[in-house]
């Protein structure tokens, strides 16, 4: 098992504690605010420590096209959880955020089950 897997795997974990602590929403803010800034750091690693988009490129198998098509779905989603996500602190309805947290949740589980996947 490869430790960015491993870590992968715990920064979804720290999201859905994040989830768990939605109605008490500064520490939900807080640990989802967090989960993504170690989400955002992870990848950063991996792009610029393992020449991943160079692997991509070179010998990009199907399993690693459906993992890279996840995760920038993923990262895609990012910025409308977060900007939903503040304007419900704001005092805004949550029906909008939690149609746009649904699929993004969804999509982070399945990067984390595709990397481990990929990595084998």
């Known amino acids: ?4 897997s491993i870590i992968n795997a715990s920064i979804f974990l720290w999201l859905c504690v994040g989830i768990a602590l939605r109605r008490r929403h500064m520490l939900h803010a807080t640990m989802m605010t967090l989960g993504f800034a170690f989400d955002i750091a992870l990848l950063l690693y991996v792009e610029f420590s393992s020449a991943a988009i160079e692997q991509t490129v070179a010998k990009p198998g199907p399993l690693l096209l459906v993992h890279v098509l996840l995760a920038t779905v993923m990262l895609a989603l990012y910025p409308f959880v977060i900007y939903s996500g503040g304007r419900v602190l704001a005092g ?3 029906t909008r955020h939690r149609r746009l947290a649904l699929p993004f949740m969804v999509a982070r589980l399945l ?3 595709t990397a481990f996947m990929v990595a084998r």
């Open 1 to 4: 098992m490869h430790w960015l």
């Open 92 to 94: 805004s309805d949550r």
């Open 111 to 113: 990067v984390v089950v």
